[in-house]
Structure formats: structure tokens, C-alpha cells
């Protein structure tokens, strides 16, 4: 079974800076995407950035980037010049690949909740 | 843009009531999702459905079922609300196969069990 790691359940930063959330996961399965999605105070949950295992290159999103290390199982999300309305809830998930006709089910970490300082 | 929603933001229900919670997407997704949400565990499946009528149990089903009969609503059913239930319920949904792996969620409705 394929399970996400966030150990860092609460972070803090201060607006304009940089800060890097970690994310870890286990799985056996070598097609998969890998996702952060964000959830504001309002409890929107919204889509930040997706990584494809397949593909070497980082994902990057305007000011948010990952660092996938496929063989660590690692998948960090660094937020550059950090914005009061980044301050939210952050989730790492998983999901095995499309292909084989998996129906797309996520597989969440615990969250890191993160506060963006003026 | 896709947009989801959810029936209630919040609701108050008595323990033994039976709980509906309402889910409709507008972009023709053929995959809905139930998910639950409780502080320091993340989200949980609860369960999916890939078609209408068609429906699988997530990773903690026990005390809940759906129903989806049309292809843009996916209900989420407490038969017998208990007051462990009481938690936020976000539903999503997304395309299905490799056409897009992205889920959308919804507002989430935020369940108080007396």
C-alpha cells in the first residue's frame, strides 16, 4: 500500500522569503503522479502543482516548484517570495498511474499548515 | 472553469438521523469522490464512483453509503449519524483514465453530530 509523509505539521514564514514544505511517500508502483494541493482558511481545496514520475524534469509553477528525487521518494513543494494569501493548509498526495485503469484515487499526507508572517 | 458543489457549508445533525450530503460538478467528469478530513489525519476515501450507478468503497466505507444516478450528482449517505462522524466532507471530482488526473474539490461541508 502506498502511504504520504509530511513531518512537518506546522511552519512558518516570513512574507517575500522562501520555504520548502517536505513531502516523502512509499510505493512499489513505477507510474504515478504526485500532487500538492493547498487549502486556504475558506477550505477551498485547490490544485498547486503536479509532478509525473515519468518525467525527470521539476514541475514549476509561477513561484511554487517541486524537488522530485524519484529513487528518495522524496517530493518537497519550495514556495519563492512568500505571499500573505499563501498562508494554508498543505497536502502532498499520491496516485498511481492512468494507464492500467486505476480510477485516480489520492492518497493524502497529514498536511503541513503553513503561516506566511508580514 | 471547473466547479463543484457541495449542498451545505455546515450542518447540524442529531446522533440516529440519516445524513444526505449532496455533490454536483458541472464538467461532464465522469469520476466523483467522498472524501473525509479530520485535523492531524489528512483526507480520507471514502468511496469513489467511475460511472453513474457504479460505485467502490475507499479506504474507510464502514457507516456510510452513495448513490449516484445521474452523472453530475454524487451523494454521500450517513444511514444512522453517530457522533464519530462529525467531521468535514469535501467531494471531488475529475476525468477519467489518463485524460487528466487532476481532482477538483468542492467547498466541503462541515458535519456537527449531537
Known amino acids: 500500500a502506498q502511504t504520504v509523509t509530511q513531518s512537518q505539521p506546522e511552519m512558518s514564514v516570513q512574507e517575500a522569503e522562501t520555504v520548502t514544505l517536505s513531502c516523502t511517500y512509499d510505493t512499489s508502483e513505477n507510474n504515478y503522479y504526485l500532487f500538492w494541493y493547498k487549502q486556504p482558511p475558506s477550505r477551498q481545496m485547490i490544485l498547486v502543482i503536479r509532478?509525473?514520475?515519468?518525467?525527470?524534469q521539476n514541475a514549476t509553477e509561477n513561484r511554487f516548484s517541486v524537488n522530485f528525487q524519484k529513487a528518495a521518494k522524496s517530493f518537497s513543494l519550495k514556495i519563492s517570495d512568500s505571499q500573505l494569501g499563501d498562508t494554508a493548509m498543505y497536502f502532498c498526495a499520491f496516485m498511481k498511474g492512468a494507464y492500467g485503469g486505476s480510477q485516480g484515487n489520492l492518497i493524502f499526507g497529514k498536511g503541513t499548515k503553513l503561516s506566511v508572517k508580514p | 472553469d471547473v466547479k463543484v458543489t457541495q449542498s451545505s457549508r455546515y450542518l447540524v445533525k442529531r446522533t440516529g438521523e440519516k445524513v444526505f450530503l449532496e455533490c454536483v460538478q458541472d464538467m461532464d467528469h465522469e469520476n466523483m469522490f467522498w472524501y473525509r478530513q479530520d485535523p492531524g489525519l489528512g483526507l480520507r476515501l471514502i468511496y469513489f464512483s467511475y460511472d453513474v450507478k457504479m460505485k467502490e468503497k475507499g479506504d474507510i466505507p464502514e457507516g456510510y453509503s452513495v448513490s449516484r444516478e445521474k452523472k453530475e450528482r454524487f451523494s454521500l449517505i450517513l444511514e444512522s449519524a453517530s457522533t464519530n462522524q462529525t467531521s468535514m466532507y469535501l467531494c471531488?471530482?475529475?476525468?477519467?483514465?489518463?485524460?487528466?488526473?487532476?481532482?477538483?474539490f468542492g467547498p466541503g461541508t462541515r458535519l456537527l453530530v449531537l
Open positions: 471531488a471530482s475529475s476525468l477519467a483514465g489518463g485524460r487528466s488526473v487532476t481532482q477538483y
Open positions: 509532478q509525473e514520475a515519468y518525467k525527470q
